[in-house]
């Protein structure tokens, strides 16, 4: 995505269909999902809805508090007990259970095709499919970075918590959860940033690990670390001069992969939104996806008929011919929600 490669004409479309809504969707979404780093399985979410299935406002679980819990959990701990007829029974207590609509927000990128591109020439093709590429690109980062801030809240992060002896916190307690979502957070101790010559990313890690695992009622698994390509390079140079063998091997686009006590460690690159958080580590269960993101009119592109940024339309509107441009207007709705809490977390490791 963010390299250039050798132009090459698609030779299945007629120039007209540069224009078009059906083709810009397609063109945009085969440019776009190779990048969508965090749906990819074994990441963060999955895709929910398209133009077919619509989900404007999706429901989550809460208790009768109104605070989200995960799937399969219960304040009141139930289990099956031994019965015979007669006996009382343990039962599961619906009343305790309540629903929260997400509300998702609407976005839209656009690209003005003015009249010095209208004309059907091999450089006008080569300069559309440009454009095309850049709208992808720019959709792509957006779309991973909004997935990692939307479903840890902007990471965001609790001081103090439950799992004191596992990694220090900055204030001298343990590790915490965020008070909106419920995720596993903190921010090490100001003598053991990552950033600092008293790092020690190989203790870091086995600890995360143990913590991450220990979390009381519920059956978590760290099986993967997320984190910024350079950070990751950080801890495997650190590796080298400690006598651990942490090598890299790519992950295609840029990012790398290593393996650190049984858990894969993922550097990213900018555009999977990592790039505002080259300081937090995320923690991840990878046998469950925690997220759902929610999409609504995915590839609804049109025209618009001025050239003025306010204005957004969605059905195709032919330009009037004083203005003699056409503009390709991609507009979506979308959110992510976190399902499943306690199968993330957030380090913020400097």
């Given at each position: 995505m963010?390299?250039?490669?050798?132009?090459?004409?698609?030779?299945?479309?007629?120039?007209?269909?540069?224009?078009?809504?059906?083709?810009?969707?397609?063109?945009?979404?085969?440019?776009?999902?190779?990048?969508?780093?965090?749906?990819?399985?074994?990441?963060?979410?999955?895709?929910?809805?398209?133009?077919?299935?619509?989900?404007?406002?999706?429901?989550?679980?809460?208790?009768?508090?109104?605070?989200?819990?995960?799937?399969?959990?219960?304040?009141?701990?139930?289990?099956?007990?031994?019965?015979?007829?007669?006996?009382?029974?343990?039962?599961?207590?619906?009343?305790?259970?309540?629903?929260?609509?997400?509300?998702?927000?609407?976005?839209?990128?656009?690209?003005?095709?003015?009249?010095?591109?209208?004309?059907?020439?091999?450089?006008?093709?080569?300069?559309i499919e440009w454009a095309y590429e850049d709208m992808s690109r720019i959709l792509a980062e957006f779309l991973n970075a909004e997935i990692l801030t939307e479903a840890l809240n902007d990471f965001t992060y609790t001081s103090g918590g439950d799992h004191k002896g596992y990694m220090d916190n900055e204030?001298?307690?343990?590790?915490?959860?965020?008070?909106?979502?419920?995720?596993?957070?903190?921010?090490?101790?100001?003598?053991?940033?990552?950033?600092?010559?008293?790092?020690?990313?190989?203790?870091?890690?086995?600890?995360?690990v143990t913590m991450f695992e220990n979390q009381q009622g519920y059956s978590t698994v760290l099986t993967t670390l997320l984190m910024h390509n350079t950070l990751l390079e950080d801890i495997t140079l650190w590796g080298t001069e400690n006598g651990h063998n942490w090598e890299t091997s790519p992950l295609g686009n840029g990012r790398s992969i290593a393996n650190?006590?049984?858990?894969?460690?993922?550097?990213?690159?900018?555009?999977?939104?990592?790039?505002?958080?080259?300081?937090?580590?995320?923690?991840?269960?990878?046998?469950v996806t925690p997220c759902n993101t929610y999409y609504y009119n995915k590839a609804i592109p049109g025209y618009t008929q001025y050239s003025d940024e306010a204005i957004v339309q969605t059905k195709v509107i032919e330009p009037k011919p004083e203005y003699g441009n056409k503009e390709v207007l991609y507009r979506f709705e979308f959110g992510t929600h976190l399902q499943m809490p306690k199968h993330l977390g957030i380090a913020e490791v400097y």
């Amino acid at each position: 995505m963010a390299e250039t490669t050798a132009y090459t004409p698609n030779i299945t479309a007629t120039f007209d269909d540069y224009f078009t809504p059906s083709f810009a969707a397609r063109k945009v979404e085969q440019l776009t999902d190779p990048s969508l780093i965090m749906a990819r399985p074994g990441f963060l979410t999955r895709f929910v809805g398209s133009p077919s299935h619509v989900i404007q406002s999706p429901p989550y679980r809460t208790d009768s508090s109104g605070n989200q819990i995960t799937p399969g959990s219960s304040t009141k701990k139930r289990r099956p007990i031994g019965h015979i007829d007669g006996t009382r029974i343990s039962a599961i207590d619906i009343d305790d259970y309540a629903l929260k609509e997400y509300t998702m927000a609407s976005y839209a990128l656009k690209i003005p095709f003015d009249e010095s591109v209208l004309s059907d020439t091999p450089g006008n093709r080569m300069k559309i499919e440009w454009a095309y590429e850049d709208m992808s690109r720019i959709l792509a980062e957006f779309l991973n970075a909004e997935i990692l801030t939307e479903a840890l809240n902007d990471f965001t992060y609790t001081s103090g918590g439950d799992h004191k002896g596992y990694m220090d916190n900055e204030d001298a307690t343990g590790f915490g959860y965020e008070s909106t979502y419920g995720f596993l957070c903190g921010k090490l101790a100001a003598g053991t940033y990552w950033n600092t010559d008293s790092a020690d990313y190989n203790t870091d890690i086995k600890n995360m690990v143990t913590m991450f695992e220990n979390q009381q009622g519920y059956s978590t698994v760290l099986t993967t670390l997320l984190m910024h390509n350079t950070l990751l390079e950080d801890i495997t140079l650190w590796g080298t001069e400690n006598g651990h063998n942490w090598e890299t091997s790519p992950l295609g686009n840029g990012r790398s992969i290593a393996n650190i006590h049984g858990v894969q460690v993922i550097g990213l690159n900018n555009v999977d939104g990592m790039a505002s958080h080259t300081d937090k580590v995320v923690m991840l269960d990878n046998r469950v996806t925690p997220c759902n993101t929610y999409y609504y009119n995915k590839a609804i592109p049109g025209y618009t008929q001025y050239s003025d940024e306010a204005i957004v339309q969605t059905k195709v509107i032919e330009p009037k011919p004083e203005y003699g441009n056409k503009e390709v207007l991609y507009r979506f709705e979308f959110g992510t929600h976190l399902q499943m809490p306690k199968h993330l977390g957030i380090a913020e490791v400097y």
